[in-house]
């Protein structure tokens, strides 16, 4: 992790307390931080620490500290090193680091901070299928472009993948734009949630384009459904 006194000095200090502020004000946090003994076990549960130069125990020290400067060099690239098993919460203090991170994540993605944006990029496919289908990754997502980390078997699938679909036996698996079918009546009932809930509003933050078309994707189905949003 780079030094908090190096990195993003160009931040004035009054906007790392706010954006520190915001993640405290958060309802959960007091019952996700409790006190760290710097014991390690949330590290060596941890399977990104293995991988990553990540530590789930660092977020909770630093929180715990308030450590504004390293807090914010957090917030900008620690927070996508976690996979979210929550590995961290056999803490003996009843920490959540994990819980921690998702408030951290949801501050960096409201508040659209461009180091957000840029980890985020490569799931923008992942979060218009989810509010579209209601199915999180669809076979005909499997693309050289789009997952190119899957290794060279991937075009090699994505070429016969009707052939491959077929002939797998539920009806609803020889699909490739979708996983599985999904009720019409619970795709609205999902738009509508992510329209109150703001969760559409956040990804506007990210990706401007992929929330208008969602937006009027939505607008058109809640109709159907009688609902109306400002």
Not at 64 to 69: F, P
Not at 80 to 107: A, D, H
Not at 180 to 197: G, N, Q, S
Request: proline content about 5%.
């Amino acid at each position: 992790m780079p030094s908090a006194t190096l990195s993003y000095t160009e931040i004035p200090l009054e906007e790392k307390e706010r954006l520190f502020a915001e993640v405290k004000a958060d309802p959960r946090f007091h019952d996700y931080l409790y006190g760290c003994y710097e014991c390690g076990i949330c590290v060596a549960a941890c399977p990104s620490a293995r991988f990553y130069d990540f530590s789930p125990r660092k977020i909770a020290q630093t929180l715990a500290r308030e450590d504004v400067e390293t807090f914010y060099v957090q917030l900008n690239e620690d927070v996508w090193n976690c996979s979210q098993c929550f590995s961290c919460t056999r803490c003996p203090r009843k920490n959540n680091p994990g819980g921690l991170i998702t408030i951290m994540r949801e501050v960096a993605v409201k508040n659209g901070l461009r180091s957000t944006q840029e980890a985020l990029a490569g799931y923008t496919r992942v979060i218009y299928k989810i509010m579209t289908t209601g199915t999180q990754v669809s076979p005909d997502m499997l693309q050289e472009d789009a997952f190119p980390d899957w290794g060279p078997q991937v075009r090699e699938v994505s070429r016969n993948l009707d052939t491959w679909r077929k002939a797998l036996p539920p009806d609803t698996m020889h699909t490739t734009a979708t996983s599985w079918a999904v009720d019409e009546r619970t795709t609205r009932e999902l738009f509508a949630i992510w329209k109150m809930t703001g969760a559409l509003d956040m990804i506007a933050s990210l990706d401007e384009g992929l929330h208008a078309i969602i937006e009027e994707l939505m607008e058109d189905e809640l109709e159907e459904m009688g609902l109306a949003f400002d």
